[in-house]
């Protein structure tokens, strides 16, 4: 079969990716034409209720429900600052896809890896290589390419 998938699963984290890669691109078509005539805020607010619904509902199908008392006050901190950040990150971008070409729009927004990695490197003291670099080069190259 391909190569990166092996009999453990252990490259199973390139499937999940590829899926949300998909199902991101879904995601801005979708808006963009479901935000039309409306309000972008409006519209993100009604796209955030249907995510509330979906997230829940799988956590309380498959059962995890009952490790949220056992949510360190460091994780509550940490996932609700990312929830405003994603909050945040989610009232720009459909802002801006509503004004803008979603052609545009999507990949000036992934403008995010690069500002992810350097993140990492300082952060959380990841690795810095050749290939991350050379493919965070190509991503800001691209991106400026989108801009001009």
């Known amino acids: 079969m391909f190569s990166i998938f092996n009999r453990k699963g252990k490259n199973m984290w390139v499937v999940y990716a590829l ?3 998909f199902f991101a691109a879904l995601t801005s078509i979708l808006a963009k034409i479901g935000i039309e005539n409306v309000d972008s805020n409006l519209g993100t607010a009604i796209r955030t209720i249907v995510i509330l619904f ?22 509550w901190t940490f996932l609700i600052l990312s929830g405003c950040a994603t909050g945040l990150s989610w009232l720009f971008y459909f802002k801006a896809l509503q004004i803008g070409d979603a052609s545009k729009v999507v990949p000036v927004d992934k403008f995010s890896v690069v500002i992810t990695m350097i993140m990492a490197f300082v952060f959380l003291k990841e690795a ?4 991350v670099i050379g493919g965070g080069a190509l991503i800001t190259l691209g ?6």
């Open 54 to 75: 979906i997230t829940f509902g799988i956590v309380f199908a498959t059962g995890t429900a009952y490790q949220i008392p056992n949510i360190t006050a460091k994780s």
């Open 143 to 148: 991106t400026l390419l989108m801009i001009w």
């Open 19 to 21: 899926l949300s890669a």
């Open 128 to 131: 810095v290589t050749w290939q």
